[in-house]
């Protein structure tokens, strides 16, 4: 079954990142697919790639990036929540003259549509957020 | 239909919203903050127990284990689920309105 | 998008909103998923429930905590082919608000007739 897959909140403050990794590795683990993991609202926070959490704590954005290595997800950071908040990959990085991007691996950024796309052609669209 | 609360019944309206909103039968899943809908002996739990829509409600076991409790703590016939559980939920309703 | 006109699917979409507006960007931003969305010729429908009604409350005025008075937004849905909006009766009731507060013409349903409509939807969106 596809599925796709919401995340409205970004790392460490809420649970909902943690909840939706744990979510999808398991639909993995029963052989179901991602269509896509939609990162909005401060979602966009977990594809930075400038974080660094204690060592003895999980690494949000860096899990995501393995995760999505592994399996080739499709991890998007929806482009208009990305911009309000400082999320930039290199091509936002020249269109906007920014000095730096910090996007993690295996992330990308795009338009809202994406999850429109993610709501048409998955079989179900699971939300996790606050 | 499946039904997610992540919601403390105590923080916020979530878990009486979707008491309200949920057709007859629907599946309910606890998770995060929700799971303290489940425990036995509280303002709400005899809401769950009446129950008179005939809900099915589930919590999230590693959610549940994270917050000190166990099935000692639970209103009875609240099914405990892995996130295994969880995933087959969704596949066995076609849509899960969740409750933020 | 165009690939997306070309699917052919349409589904039901629903759009639950049960924030309120300001002390929080969700009604916003979920605001600009129904704009974006309007481009993709699906069967949207919103739903206004608890806090969300708040977001439909006439005369916003954000000029003095300086943000996008995006309440404006709403009574230009139908701009948007987005004229299915619903608003729980309860919701309002336990708000002390009636269909003159509101600054959009809405449908004003019962629990009950919420309780279908969520029933009755594929896609649901909850921000």
Redesign the interface.
């Known amino acids: 079954m596809k599925f796709g897959i919401?995340v409205?909140e970004g790392p460490y403050t809420h649970q909902a990142s943690d909840t939706a990794y744990h979510f999808v590795k398991a639909a993995l683990d029963e052989g179901h697919q991602i269509y896509r993991v939609f990162f909005?609202?401060d979602g966009v926070n977990n594809g930075t790639r400038l974080a660094t959490p204690p060592q003895d704590d999980r690494h949000i954005p860096n899990r995501w990036s393995e995760l999505a290595k592994e399996y080739k997800l499709d991890l998007v950071l929806c482009v208009?929540?990305a911009q309000r908040r400082g999320m930039v990959d290199p091509d936002e990085m020249k269109r906007n003259q920014k000095d730096a991007h910090n996007i993690a691996d295996n992330f990308r950024i795009s338009?809202?549509?994406q999850?429109?796309?993610a709501?048409?052609?998955s079989d179900r669209?699971i939300?996790f957020?606050d | 239909?499946l039904h997610t609360i992540n919601k403390s019944p105590y923080e916020k309206?979530?878990f009486e919203?979707c008491m309200?909103?949920?057709?007859a039968e629907s599946s309910i899943l606890l998770i995060e903050d929700g799971v303290y809908a489940a425990i036995d002996n509280t303002k709400i739990s005899e809401l769950i127990k009446e129950n008179p829509s005939n809900f099915k409600f589930y919590v999230l076991e590693a959610d549940l284990k994270a917050r000190g409790l166990d099935k000692n703590s639970l209103i009875p016939n609240i099914e405990i689920i892995s996130y295994k559980g969880f995933v087959k939920l969704t596949v066995e309703n076609?849509?899960?309105?969740?409750?933020? | 998008?165009e690939e997306?006109a070309e699917?052919g699917?349409v589904?039901k979409?629903l759009y639950?909103n049960?924030r309120a507006p300001h002390g929080s960007?969700?009604a916003h931003?979920a605001l600009?998923?129904v704009l974006?969305?309007a481009?993709?010729e699906?069967d949207v429908t919103l739903a206004f429930?608890?806090d969300g009604v708040y977001q439909l409350k006439k005369n916003q005025d954000t000029a003095d905590i300086n943000t996008k008075n995006f309440s404006k937004i709403y009574s230009a849905l139908e701009g948007y082919d987005v004229e299915k909006i619903f608003v729980?009766k309860?919701s309002l009731d336990e708000r002390g608000l009636k269909e003159d507060d509101l600054s959009v013409d809405v449908e004003i349903i019962s629990?009950n007739d919420?309780?279908?409509l969520?029933?009755a939807?594929?896609?649901?969106?909850?921000?």
């Not at chain 3, 939807?121 to 921000?127: H, P, Y």
């Open positions: 919401l409205n909005y609202h208009a929540a338009g809202l549509g999850l429109i796309e709501g048409i052609q669209l939300t957020g | 239909m309206n979530s919203t309200r909103l949920a057709a076609e849509k899960t309105q969740t409750w933020l | 998008m997306q699917s699917i589904k979409f639950v049960r960007i969700y931003e600009e998923v974006i969305a481009a993709f699906q429930i608890d729980e309860e629990s919420m309780k279908k969520i029933t939807s594929e896609v649901i969106f909850n921000f």
